[in-house]
């Protein structure tokens, strides 16, 4: 049981570049969130989708896209990446007690 | 709007100096508090959910207590291992389903040996 799993752990790209950040839950969870990290900012929801096939706005979506293909994954992606999106990216999932259990991170950064 | 605040920004606390983590929060409707430690380079994991004020939930050296404004959680006799950014988040009543969190910016905890 993996849990949370993120890819990649690491990227750098040039501004307007695009790229695709992927997670996946192994928990069968219908609930999934991605959030971005920042300094003395706390953790922000970008996306989030409530089942296989569904995907809504959260608080900081501009400039991201989201899709849920299937249930076990979600993908966030940068069309043509800024430097404002230099950022850690967790990817979570919610269990059914309501707590959300998070994925170790991506740490990207817009040159 | 939602708002949740975290006090100290930092802490640094001696091996066994008992203190406390300060989460107060305005919102419209609370429906759940949540409390996660987050290690650097990770992410943050769970540690406790609470519901109602008066409520309190404990775990080896930390308890966390809820009041109609605030939460507090506590650390008992502190060891490095307890060294962490300590996050809150709060979940409110809305007419959506997503049950999103509001997050506070964190309390970095540092116990020296």
């Known amino acids: 049981n993996a849990g949370v799993t993120q890819t990649p752990k690491f990227r750098v790209l040039k501004t307007g570049q695009s790229m695709t950040l992927l997670c996946a839950q192994d928990?069968?969870?219908?609930?999934m969130y991605w959030y971005r990290q920042d300094p003395g900012m706390g953790l922000r929801l970008i996306h989030y989708s409530v089942g296989e096939g569904t995907t809504a706005k959260g608080e900081v979506p501009d400039g991201y896209n989201v899709s849920r293909l299937k249930k076990q994954n979600f993908l966030l992606g940068l069309e043509s990446a800024a430097p404002s999106q230099t950022s850690v990216y967790f990817c979570a999932s919610r269990g059914q007690s309501n707590e959300q259990f998070f994925g170790p991170g991506t740490r990207l950064t817009v040159l | 709007e939602d708002q949740v605040t975290q006090s100290p920004e930092a802490l640094r606390l001696q091996e066994g100096e008992s203190s406390s983590l300060n989460c107060s929060y305005t919102?419209?409707?609370?429906?759940?508090l949540f409390w996660y430690r987050q290690d650097p380079g990770k992410g943050p994991e769970f540690l406790f959910t609470l519901y109602s004020a008066g409520e309190e939930k404990e775990k080896e050296r930390l308890k966390a207590t809820l009041t109609k404004k605030e939460s507090f959680l506590h650390i008992t006799a502190p060891k490095p291992e307890d060294s962490a950014t300590y996050l809150c988040a709060v979940q409110v009543y809305t007419s959506g389903s997503a049950r999103q969190l509001t997050f506070g910016s964190g309390t970095q905890l540092t116990v020296l040996p």
């Open positions: 928990m069968n969870h219908e609930y």
């Open positions: 919102v419209s409707g609370l429906r759940g």
